[in-house]
């Protein structure tokens, strides 16, 4: 199957800074990327839908200006999380629709778990 | 939006059969879809139903009917390793999955 690279897998910052997580499809373009976020014992709640050339739609609840999403390429797309804050720690996964004849499944990274002290 | 509901926890012996049910409610229905997670790490897929019926791969399987917003995911002959959270997820017609909270499948030996 296809191949997400995301990264870093585990990263622990001070309140205030900013994290960048990269999440790239090895083997294969993606057009369309999500990003999801999942609290301890909860389920994964999409953040945004981001299409490569184009802004990210972001669902109904997230700060566009506190995660910024970029997919400039067919194969990268990155979150930031600008002035992050305790309650911003989480575990970030995201996934990439790939193409035919995988299209009707998504692929997810690994996830990044922040940690903001 | 989705509405969708799942057992929280199920608890199974080594060797058994488990299944997991899964309700949703849709304002669009494109697919629906069962993954595998273990702590800490991201979803694995598992299987895909678009249309009625049963889809079967090796010890898993997934039953939908469309007509009353229902699914299933049935786990035989249990192994150790198949400890951890299933999630059922539905797909909208832009992609967009929207996820069950999850059931926690504890295998006892």
């Known amino acids: 199957g296809a191949v997400v690279s995301q990264h870093p897998s585990r990263v622990i910052c001070k309140s205030g800074t900013s994290v960048k997580i990269e999440c790239r499809s090895l083997?294969?373009?993606?057009?369309?990327m999500f990003w999801y976020r999942q609290f301890p014992k909860q389920s994964l709640m999409l953040m945004a839908t981001?299409?490569?050339?184009?802004?990210?739609?972001?669902e109904q609840g997230v700060e566009k200006d506190k995660f910024l999403i970029n997919h400039a390429s067919l194969t990268l797309s990155t979150l930031t999380v600008t002035s992050a804050h305790p309650e911003d720690s989480s575990f970030y996964i995201c996934?990439?629709?790939?193409?035919?004849?995988?299209?009707?499944?998504?692929?997810f990274g690994s996830g990044t778990q922040l940690s903001v002290l | 939006g989705q509405n969708i509901d799942q057992p929280t926890e199920m608890t199974a012996t080594e060797g058994a059969i488990v299944q997991i049910n899964c309700t949703y409610q849709?304002?669009?229905?494109?697919?629906l879809f069962w993954y595998q997670q273990h702590a800490g790490e991201a979803p694995t897929f598992l299987s895909y139903?678009?249309?009625?019926g049963l889809e079967e791969k090796g010890r898993f399987s997934s039953f939908l009917s469309r007509s009353k917003g229902y699914s299933y995911l049935l786990l035989k002959e249990l192994q150790m390793k198949d400890s951890a959270s299933y999630l059922c997820?539905?797909?909208?017609?832009?992609?967009?999955?929207?996820f069950g909270a999850g059931t926690t499948v504890t295998v006892r030996a």
């Open positions: 139903n678009v249309l009625d």
């Open positions: 981001s299409n490569e050339g184009s802004k990210a739609t972001y």
């Open positions: 849709t304002s669009g229905f494109n697919g």
């Open positions: 083997d294969f373009q993606a057009t369309t």
């Open positions: 997820a539905v797909r909208d017609g832009d992609y967009k999955l929207s």
């Open positions: 996934s990439a629709r790939a193409l035919a004849p995988d299209s009707e499944k998504l692929f």
